[in-house]
């Protein structure tokens, strides 16, 4: 697995009266965190990148293919949401074989990936659980190991720790962080947390009602310099 760049190209999009227009470029295998007042787009931008949404105009490319027509499961991209990842009649082997396989017809080879997807999360050993039985924390190991499986170049993550305490939620970044270093994937986390953004993000994405209003290094938006809506958001 490697990053692939991303580019929106005046990506408009509507619900009725709410009308969005993004446009955003992203160097292959960058980590940004998109930031934003609830309501201001960002899961919209997650959802037209990962083709749930369709735009109304513009285009979306991903290493430069232009994937606008194309369903989800033919782009070259991975999402994992805040909660509700997981098939919660399937174990832990199979939730994260469905990245591989959607009939589940696996072979030694994809086996053998998957028990390296569940020891690379910190998994091994809890195979045939349920989701039940497991922890929010682990849940989401689940989500990640199922994205490694899948090997898609572009990662997109929807509050994906928003549930977790302070201490799990570090946690869990640092294991972004190691996946990052580990596959290069290119990754949009959308987070309400600075702290979040300071561990993983190399550059800010800050949305407001339906806009990227500004896109620069996470040294420069937590600095004095950076846009002053942004700073108003963070309460800096
Ligand atoms: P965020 O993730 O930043 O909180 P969303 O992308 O979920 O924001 O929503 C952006 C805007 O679009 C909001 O005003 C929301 O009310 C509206 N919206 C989201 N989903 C729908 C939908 N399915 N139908 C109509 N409006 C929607
Ligand atoms: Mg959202």
Known sequence: ?????????????????T???????VPASSVIAIMGPSGSGKTTLLNLIAGFEKPVSGKVLIDGGDVTGL???????????????????LSVEDNVGLGRSPSLRLTDADRADIARALAQTGLAGKERRLPSELSGGERQRVALSRVLVRDRPV???????????????????ALVRQLHFDHGMT?????????????????????EAGSIVAFEDTTTMFSRTAPDAFRAYIGA
């Open 155 to 173: 990662l997109l993550l929807d509050e994906p720790f928003a549930s977790l305490g302070p201490a799990l939620r570090r946690e869990m970044l």
């Open 187 to 207: 990754i949009l986390m959308v987070t309400h947390h600075p702290e979040d953004a300071q561990l993983i993000a190399d550059r800010i994405a800050f949305i």
């Open 71 to 89: 369903e989800p499961a033919e782009r070259p991209v991975s999402m994992v949401f805040q909660e509700n990842n997981l098939f919660a009649h």
């Open 19 to 25: 009308r969005m227009e993004f446009g955003l470029s």
């Open 1 to 17: 697995m490697s990053g692939a760049s991303i580019e929106l190209d005046n990506l408009v999009f509507s619900y009725g009266e």
